[in-house]
């Protein structure tokens, strides 16, 4: 049922004229790198229409701009699952982590030290993701995604040590995890603009971020419900508040659509209060211009991260079942000996 949860966004529905011919040289690209395993996990992959998401979320991607974003949705999605069916190799996965937080910080074009699938397809996307950018915006870049790969790690040492979190703890866990705030800084990269220091770190420009990240990190959370109770996964907003207000599961996913719908209605209400924003800080045409972009930019993906996540193989229940256990990249870590063994 939560995945045919529908939600009525007011934000315009968009999508690049270039989904079809992205989508399929993804799956090309994906099977070159041997981020998949087998016909049956590619016709898996295939379910999930990352490039949809991509083409949804980024509608104004086109070209290479648009191939450079599934491809890095898909290796991302992928390594992502490995945090949800690490097993034993907490310690392996914590390794390519920690390993995938650096590569952005190391010179353009340096090898990865920990070498396989996963991470040679950072260290080739990177260049591109950061082509054009300033050094402040590959830096701001940088440590969002750091905070997402960190957040992922802490959330495999929950699991594996069994351990609880209440509502505010998942929340603050949630807001890393789901992985947004790098994605909407991919937002000025794909624009070809960038939104000025003083911007961001004004009180309405981090709060709407803050509040479009749980927005859709909540309603991921009702529409991935299903699945992740098929998988026994406790890190979910409805599973969460089920626990700690005690209630049905009817009553916390309830609980959670209301949740979202505020989060919906505080995006709205912040897209108000930017040209105040804007006058307060005295912005040039050219840095509002960027502003607006940007501001767009976080209702592209409400919209368009609903849309695709309505439909996607990626939250139907059974769904990643021939991905589950080691994926090639996990198979090669154990054959690496610098890496740090489970047990």
Avoid at 176 to 183: A, D, E, R
Avoid at 195 to 206: F, S
């Amino acid at each position: 049922m939560p995945q045919s949860v529908h939600f009525t966004i007011p934000f315009p529905s968009r999508i690049s004229p270039d989904l079809d011919r992205a989508r399929e040289r993804n799956l090309d690209w994906t099977w070159d790198h041997r981020l998949v395993r087998g016909a049956a996990g590619l016709r898996e992959y295939a379910s999930w229409d990352l490039a949809q998401a991509a083409a949804r979320t980024y509608p104004d991607a086109v070209g290479d701009d648009l191939d450079m974003l599934v491809n890095w949705f898909g290796f991302a999605f992928l390594f992502d699952d490995q945090f949800d069916a690490s097993g034993d190799r907490p310690a392996q996965v914590s390794a390519v982590a920690r390993e995938m937080i650096a590569i952005p910080f190391r010179p353009v074009g340096t090898p990865p030290d920990i070498v396989c699938p996963v991470t040679l397809a950072w260290v080739e996307i990177w260049p591109q993701m950061c082509a054009g950018m300033s050094e402040t915006w590959q830096n701001r870049f940088a440590s969002n995604w750091a905070r997402f790969m960190a957040a992922a790690v802490c959330e495999i040492h929950l699991a594996t040590n069994r351990e609880v979190i209440d509502v505010d703890g998942y929340a603050a866990l949630r807001q890393h995890t789901v992985g947004l705030q790098h994605s909407l800084d991919a937002v000025e990269r794909i624009g070809g603009f960038e939104v000025p220091p003083q911007v961001q770190a004004h009180t309405v420009m981090r709060r709407l971020r803050q509040a479009t990240t749980d927005c859709i990190a909540y309603m991921n959370d009702v529409h991935s419900l299903d699945r992740e109770e098929s998988r026994g996964d406790q890190h979910n907003l409805v599973t969460v508040l089920q626990r700690h207000l005690r209630c049905s599961r009817s009553a916390a996913l309830d609980e959670a659509i209301r949740m979202t719908y505020e989060l919906l209605d505080e995006v709205v209400e912040l897209h108000r209060r930017v040209p105040a924003m804007c006058d307060e800080l005295q912005l040039t045409d050219r840095e509002r211009e960027s502003v607006a972009r940007a501001v767009e930019g976080t209702g592209n993906w409400i919209r368009g991260n609903y849309e695709w996540g309505l439909n996607s193989g990626r939250y139907a229940v059974g769904g990643a079942a021939v991905l589950t256990g080691p994926a090639p990249y996990l198979e090669t870590l154990n054959d690496l000996e610098s890496l740090p063994q489970a047990g």
